[in-house]
T-cell receptor, first 109, second 115 residues
Framework: GQNIDQPTEMTATEGAIVQINCTYQ??????LFWYQQHAGEAPTFLSY????GLEEKGRFSSFLSRSKGYSYLLLKELQMKDSASYLC??????????FGPGTRLSVLP | DGGITQSPKYLFRKEGQNVTLSCEQN?????MYWYRQDPGQGLRLIYY???????QKGDIAEGYSVSREKKESFPLTVTSAQKNPTAFYLC??????????????FGEGSRLTVL
């Protein structure tokens, strides 16, 4: 079967750092994607990992360990506008994207 | 500007009626997808298509139908057989190959409410 797990909710303070974890078991692996989704809107692409290691993109970084089936999204210098859901998705051998349940992040002042 | 256009943005339907959600893309992507999202949950795959005139069922295809007569278009019909159709529907597209640039691009979504 295919399964992706993420924490349901997280809370952090403005200016802090938060790490959102994602573990996966899928039928093949062709990359792991992170998306941000504000309430009532479509998801927007944040980052992509296909090789092990860290990818950095401004305040956002994403890490992948394929042997452990594990990824995390790191958000630095949190801002109020970062309050959103963060979706972890894996592209499998069938070229489909399997999504996790999403992590709802609340940034408090 | 290249992108994906979904319509309508909001749709109300009576029980027993079929409705069709439109999805058009001008990104020249081969693959197109339909996802359903229920409140507080992740995205579940309804149907996908990697080439014109071919499509495959996703995890929750029952009560839905699609067609792919043109590369740019992938309409979704929600039939009366779908027991709980009230949801947020997202259309997406991507290139078929892998590697950077293979991410999903989403339309703005269609919110369907059954009265």
């Amino acid at each position: 079967g295919q399964n992706i797990d993420q924490p349901t909710e997280m809370t952090a303070t403005e200016g802090a750092i938060v790490q959102i974890n994602c573990t996966y078991q899928t039928s093949g692996f062709n990359g792991l994607f992170w998306y941000q989704q504000h309430a009532g809107e479509a998801p927007t692409f944040l980052s992509y990992n296909v090789l092990d290691g860290l990818e950095e993109k401004g305040r956002f970084s994403s890490f992948l360990s394929r042997s452990k089936g594990y990824s995390y999204l790191l958000l630095k210098e949190l801002q109020m506008k970062d309050s959103a859901s963060y979706l972890c998705a894996v592209r499998n051998y069938g070229q489909n994207f399997v999504f996790g349940p999403g992590t709802r992040l609340s940034v408090l002042p | 500007d290249g992108g994906i256009t979904q319509s309508p943005k909001y749709l109300f339907r009576k029980e027993g009626q079929n409705v069709t959600l439109s999805c058009e893309q001008n990104l020249n992507h081969d693959a197109m997808y339909w996802y359903r999202q229920d409140p507080g949950q992740g995205l579940r795959l309804i149907y996908y298509s990697q080439i014109v005139n071919d499509f495959q069922k996703g995890d929750i295809a029952e009560g839905y139908s699609v067609s792919r007569e043109k590369k740019e278009s992938f309409p979704l019909t929600v039939t009366s057989a779908q027991k709980n159709p009230t949801a947020f529907y997202l259309c997406a597209s991507s290139t078929v190959g892998t590697g950077l640039g293979g991410e999903l691009f989403f339309g703005e979504g269609s919110r369907l409410t059954v009265l």
